[in-house]
């Protein structure tokens, strides 16, 4: 089965710095992966996603993944944070279940950005 | 557009009523997804429906907890004689009829929280 591990369930950075949450998972070849935003009292949004192909994916808001492979990760990166990044983050995977699909989360990583 | 509706948005019981949580799924998805949602856990997978089939509860409490989804209205998470531990955020989530592949995401409903007093 597949799972989804999220190093670090808070993060702060300095408005302007550059943002990094990590993801790790494992799964079967191919993975299909993807980061979603929670902000406070709303459901998830999708940020981004990794199906094939290139392996550097750019999402919403500035937000971009890279799918390594080799170091089953797929960290989430932005340049330069604003305050109206701070939310939840969810790295999710897809997982195959009896006719149909399922997606496995996270356990989420809370990013503070501070002014 | 209407995306995932769910009601109510909050819903308090008390030790031992019932809980009926709804979600419309967006226009034409016909994939209805229940997570469970406490603090510092993130999202944990309940159960995945189809009109009126259960595809896979594996994460649904043996006890208590069901779900439906009917071949007209919402669907439905069920949660019979409720405790201070179902407390929490129950978030439902759609996906189109032809999501015949991984990649296609999730869109989310804003959730329930439920409160058990």
């Known amino acids: 089965a597949q799972s989804v591990t999220q190093l670090g369930s808070h993060v702060s950075v300095s408005e302007g710095a550059l943002v990094l949450l990590r993801c790790n998972y494992s799964?079967?070849?191919?993975?299909?992966l993807f980061w979603y935003v929670q902000y406070p009292n709303q459901g998830l949004q999708l940020l981004l996603k990794?199906?094939?192909?290139?392996?550097l994916v750019k999402g919403i808001n500035g937000f971009e993944a890279e799918f390594k492979k080799s170091e089953t990760s797929f960290h989430l990166t932005k340049p330069s944070a604003h305050m109206s990044d701070a939310a939840e983050y969810f790295c999710?995977?897809?997982?195959?279940?009896?006719?149909?699909?399922?997606?496995?989360f996270g356990a989420g990583t809370r990013l503070f950005v501070k002014a | 557009n209407a995306g995932v509706m769910q009601n109510p948005r909050h819903l308090v019981r008390r030790r031992g009523q019932e809980a009926r949580l709804r979600c419309s799924p967006m226009?034409?998805?016909?994939?209805v997804y229940w997570y469970r949602q406490l603090p510092e856990e993130g999202l944990k997978f309940m159960v995945y429906?189809?009109?009126?089939?259960?595809?896979?509860e594996s994460g649904m409490p043996k006890e208590r907890f069901s779900a439906e989804f009917p071949k007209e209205g919402p669907s439905i998470l069920r949660i019979q004689q409720v405790v201070r531990g179902d407390s929490a955020a129950y978030f439902c989530a759609s996906s189109p009829l032809d999501r015949m592949d991984l990649n296609s995401p999730l869109h989310f409903g804003n959730g329930t929280r439920l409160t058990v007093t």
């Open positions: 429906l189809q009109k009126e089939n259960i595809i896979d």
């Open positions: 226009k034409g998805h016909s994939h």
């Open positions: 999710a995977v897809s997982d195959a279940a009896a006719g149909g699909f399922k997606t496995i």
């Open positions: 990794y199906t094939t192909g290139a392996t």
């Open positions: 799964s079967s070849v191919p993975p299909y």
